[in-house]
C-alpha cells in the first residue's frame, strides 16, 4: 500500500521569503504523487502533479516541486511567498488498489502560515 | 461552469439520525470519491464508484452508505452507526489522473 508522510505539520514563514514543504511517499510501484491547496472551509485545488517525465514539475501561484525518487520525495518549494499564501498544502500518491481508478491516499497536511 | 456541487454546506445531526449529503458533478466524470477530513488526519477515503451502479469501500467504510443511479450523483449517508460522524466531507470526482473536488460539507452532531 502507498502512504504518504508531510514531515512538517506547521511552517511558519516570512512574506516574501522562500518556502520548502516536505513530502516522502513508500511505494512498491511507479506513482503519481500530487499537491493540493485547501483555503478555510474550501475544498481542494490542484496545485500540480507528477506523472512521468521530468522531475521537476511546475504548478499554479508560482510553486514547483521536484520528484526525488531515490529518497521517495516530492518536496514543494516557492521562491518567495505571499500573505495569500496562507492555507493548508496536501500531498497525496495514487492508490493503486485494484479497481480504485485515481483515488488518492493523503499526508496529514502542512499548515502554511505567511506573515508580513 | 462545470463543476462539482455538494450541499448543504453546513449539517447538524441529531444523535440516532441518519443525514445524506448530497454530491452532483456535470464534469462527465465516470469516476467519484467521498473523503473525511479530520484536524491533523488528512483526508481518508470512505467510499468510491468507478461506473453507476457499483461502488467499493475504501479506507473507513464503517458507519456509511453510498448509491450511484446515476453518473451525475454519488450522495453519501451518514448512519448512525457512525459514532464519531461529526467531520468535513469532500465529494471528488475524476478523469484520467486529476481529481476535483466540491466545497465540502461540514457535518455537526448536536
Known amino acids: 500500500a502507498q502512504s504518504v508522510t508531510q514531515l512538517d505539520s506547521q511552517v511558519p514563514v516570512f512574506e516574501e521569503a522562500p518556502v520548502e514543504l516536505r513530502c516522502n511517499y513508500s511505494?512498491?510501484?511507479?506513482?503519481?504523487l500530487f499537491w493540493y491547496v485547501q483555503y478555510p472551509n474550501q475544498g481542494l485545488q490542484l496545485l500540480l502533479k507528477?506523472?512521468?517525465?521530468?522531475?521537476l514539475v511546475k504548478g499554479i501561484n508560482g510553486f514547483e516541486a521536484e520528484f526525488n525518487k531515490s529518497q521517495t520525495s516530492f518536496h514543494l518549494r516557492k521562491p518567495s511567498v505571499h500573505i495569500s499564501d496562507t492555507a493548508e498544502y496536501f500531498c497525496?500518491?495514487?492508490?493503486?488498489?485494484?479497481?480504485?481508478?485515481?483515488?488518492?491516499?493523503f499526508g496529514k497536511g502542512t499548515s502554511l502560515l505567511v506573515t508580513p | 461552469d462545470g463543476g462539482i456541487t455538494q450541499s448543504p454546506k453546513y449539517l447538524f445531526r441529531k444523535e440516532g439520525q441518519n443525514v445524506t449529503l448530497s454530491c452532483e458533478q456535470n464534469l462527465n466524470h465516470d469516476a467519484m470519491y467521498w473523503y473525511r477530513q479530520d484536524p491533523g488526519q488528512g483526508l481518508r477515503l470512505i467510499y468510491y464508484s468507478q461506473i453507476v451502479n457499483d461502488f467499493q469501500k475504501g479506507d473507513i467504510a464503517e458507519g456509511y452508505s453510498v448509491s450511484r443511479e446515476k453518473k451525475e450523483s454519488f450522495p453519501l449517508t451518514v448512519t448512525s452507526a457512525q459514532k464519531n460522524p461529526t467531520a468535513f466531507y469532500l465529494c471528488?470526482?475524476?478523469?484520467?489522473?486529476?481529481?476535483?473536488f466540491g466545497q465540502g460539507t461540514r457535518l455537526t452532531v448536536v
Open positions: 497525496a500518491v495514487s492508490d493503486l488498489r485494484s479497481n480504485s481508478g485515481y483515488a488518492l491516499n
Open positions: 511505494s512498491s510501484v511507479s506513482v503519481y
Open positions: 471528488a470526482s475524476s478523469m484520467n489522473t486529476e481529481a476535483f
Open positions: 507528477y506523472l512521468s517525465g521530468s522531475t
